[in-house]
């Protein structure tokens, strides 16, 4: 039996960096990281800026990457705690998908620049096309009145009451 081996010479990266130094910068106004980087005092500002900025700014000397990469969230306490808390009972969590206004928030706390979403999943995750069958089950839209319907029927079976539009307990 004969083995026969062959090499050839292996090829290794380049060891080291191109890079000497990375200085961190916190700016507290972005206008001021914005004009460092057009001045070329900064080589990346790397945070989310408003869309309301560089529609004023002069953007000649920016280079602007849009991506997808943030999410906004509602979270609410589901705790018990020695005072009533309406966020403990699941339906009330529930109903909230149908009160907040998805489209709404995208269009005028974003100007636009998002995706209304239902889940943690949103439509640019790959995994999103997994559950979307599941999420669309429940017709997650804006729907006060079905919200208002949902809690209502929670609460008063806690023991709530509803009096001049303010819940109540106790």
């Known amino acids: 039996m004969i083995f026969l081996i062959l090499g050839f010479g292996t090829a290794y990266a380049q060891k080291g960096t191109y890079v000497d130094s990375v200085q961190f910068i916190q700016y ?38 849009y ?25 009330v969590r529930f109903a909230l998908n149908y009160l907040v206004d998805r489209k709404l928030i995208v269009d005028e706390l974003m100007s636009g620049n ?17 559950i979307v069958p599941e999420v ?12 208002n319907f949902l809690i209502t029927q929670t609460l008063e079976e806690a023991g709530a009451k509803k009096i001049q539009d303010k819940w109540t307990y106790g």
């Not at 669309?136 to 919200?147: D, G, T, V």
Request: glycine share 6%.
């Open 136 to 147: 669309e089950k429940f017709h997650f839209r804006y729907n006060p009145e079905l919200a």
């Open 28 to 65: 507290l106004d972005e206008n001021t990281a914005i004009e460092e980087v057009k001045k070329k005092n900064l080589d990346i500002y790397y945070a989310r800026v408003s869309s309301e900025l560089l529609q004023d700014t002069d953007t000649k000397n920016l280079q602007i990457f």
């Open 114 to 130: 998002g995706v209304p979403m239902s889940s943690n999943y949103g439509p640019f995750d790959p995994d999103f096309l997994n």
């Open 67 to 91: 991506t997808t990469g943030g999410t906004f969230s509602i979270l609410v306490n589901p705790a018990k705690g020695e005072e009533f808390n309406p966020f403990y009972y699941q339906k």
